[in-house]
Nanobody, 128 residues
Framework: QVQLVESGGGLVQTGGSLRLSCTASGFSLDDYAIGWFRQTPGKAEREGVSCMSSNRVTAYYMESVKGRFTISRHNGNNTMILQMNSLKPEDTALYYC????????????????????WGRGTMVTVSS
């Protein structure tokens, strides 16, 4: 079955850390650009938090998470990771992983063109 499954969300206090994982099955992450997106209550669209090119050369980050979040991919176990440190209440959102053909930055967020699959999301709640 072709799918992406996220894990690692939860409730954390301000300043804490979480590590989100997204494991692919039925296809190889090697062939795709990868990304993490989030959707906050009241917003209709998902924002591109961090994305990485398929060749790992380029990684993009939303301005508000630079220096705090790190995206990585672990091709050996077909998994992508978002390490989130120094979390803030404004990071509270439903986080999704996604893969597609290519990625680029608008200056405000990253975009994945030719989206192939989305995960179902994992909730991150940061308490003040």
């Amino acid at each position: 079955q072709v799918q992406l499954v996220e894990s690692g969300g939860g409730l954390v206090q301000t300043g804490g850390s979480l590590r989100l994982s997204c494991t692919a099955s039925g296809f190889s992450l090697d062939d795709y650009a990868i990304g993490w997106f989030r959707q906050t209550p009241g917003k209709a669209e998902r924002e591109g938090v961090s994305c990485m090119s398929s060749n790992r050369v380029t990684a993009y980050y939303m301005e508000s998470v630079k220096g705090r979040f790190t995206i990585s991919r672990h091709n050996g176990n077909n998994t992508m990771i978002l390490q989130m440190n120094s979390l803030k209440p404004e990071d509270t959102a439903l986080y999704y992983c996604g893969v597609g053909v290519r990625t680029y930055s608008t200056g405000e967020q990253c975009i994945i063109d030719g989206m192939y699959r989305w995960g179902r999301g994992t909730m991150v709640t940061v308490s003040s």
